[in-house]
């Protein structure tokens, strides 16, 4: 690891500025320079697109999964017909 010789100056909101000092808090033992740098490093847009890659599957799979709901319903009622039609005693 090299020493961290420059500087990045960021503006930032009051209120930004208190949520990245209250989760660099909560991260434990990290500064707000640490917490943030680490937070810079690690973002990469590519993971963006592959998230919003994925809540469109998901999206699908919710559609999907209400449909395939719908349709055991209507098995499920089929199903309890036949039983009740071959329940009844036969002529």
Known sequence: MSLATQRLIVPISPGDKKLVEQRAARAGKLSVAEY???AALSYDPEDQAIEVELRQLLDGF???HESTLAQLD???AALDRAL???ARPQA
């Open 36 to 38: 943030v740098r680490r």
């Open 62 to 64: 919710d559609a999907l």
């Open 74 to 76: 209507r098995t499920d």
């Open 84 to 86: 009740a039609h071959f």
